[in-house]
């Protein structure tokens, strides 16, 4: 009966969507249901968030204010802090943090915190998608244990799915619409409920045989990325010992039309998910007996790498007879990657922290991070404009494309370039990661 009435709201758009969790994953998710036509309500605990979402003020690189003023003036989007609407809701979708302890160990209460609220205003028939990145059997561990203890049952009384977020901030190419959607269900019901619902906003969606599997595809494929970029950054300061530039390799390499991935060094990884799912999926093999050697030696390689930053400047310092300690350092760019303004898990924070601990006097500029809060908690702001010529050493970590590379190189006085922006450059100012002492003329064409 339930799953009937369902089918016909999700094919009608007679359904109502809740999401749980306004940010990166969940607000274009809402914005790409409202504009199918749904009424769609989103969730969130930050009143501030959703204030400014009221007033059509986005706060997401890709979800324009435009965009996002036409689904609120036309009743398509409201969003709430007020989870007693999750009463209204046929369909939810929790897209909640889900980080890491300090031990490194999987944080569940985010996840828990939105099944606790659905639990109070639950309904007959709800169809319940978890997005969040997680460990497999988490679906059936932390929601479908708790609904079911209420004397629902799955497939019959309430739906239940699995759907990993693949966001890419400031992509583009793809995006929420476009990006394929992989989806898992507890049942056979559960799947076709939510491919019907998805099926509606999401060009492709790909339909795997559990929740189980569609957990572990989003661990997989994040994984696969934090292993081979620890791969590459070894390979770079393997370049480096033996006086070669990575950056000349990895191209000649990628010239191959198979059997080769690009993938570039840099001072660490960031994001929400590269530094944190390959964690998630150790923990949960540690829980089998089964422990991966490529995960953590993964994550120990890419760890070390804001300190391999930090060597770099020392070097190009030392070439001008200046160490460290007191020398003025500006770090350009914060976000974990360029065009955006995400600084989650960036490398950018730790090699910030490590300059300042090792005595320079440290300034960064970033015209799309206007601020971020240091280990101390104390705010420390973006200058708002770049005098590169008033500092001993110019730190590139995120290659955003606003920067000019011509009035970089005229007038800085030492380069550190961690994402190759200066890519055929051979300045004596010039230090790469990657790569020996500045190259004084190009060898190859």
Known sequence: MYYEMMQEKINRKNATVGIIGLGYVGLPLAIEFAEAGYHVIGFDIHAGKVNQLAHSDSYIIDITNQKLATVVQNGHFTPTTDFSKLGEVDAVCICVPTPLTKSQEPDMSYIMAAVAEIKRYMKPGMLITLESTTYPGTTEELIQTEIEALGYRVGEDFFLCFSPERVDPGNKTFQTKNTPKVLGGTTPNCCQLGEALYSKVIDHVYLVSSTKVAEMTKLLENTFRSINIAFINEMAMLCEALDMNIWEVVDAAATKPFGF???????????????????????KAKGANFFSRFIELAQETNKKMPEQVIHKVSQALNSAYKSMRGSKVLVLGMAYKPDIDDVRESPALEVYELLHKNGADVAYYDPHVSSFRNEEGTPVYSEEEARYGEYDAVVILTNHSVFNTEEIITNANLIVDTRNMFQGENSEKVFRIGSGLPERTAMMQ
């Open 261 to 283: 991935m690009k993938f570039t060094p840099g001072p660490g990884i960031g994001g929400h998910c590269i530094p944190l799912d390959p964690m998630y999926l150790s923990w």
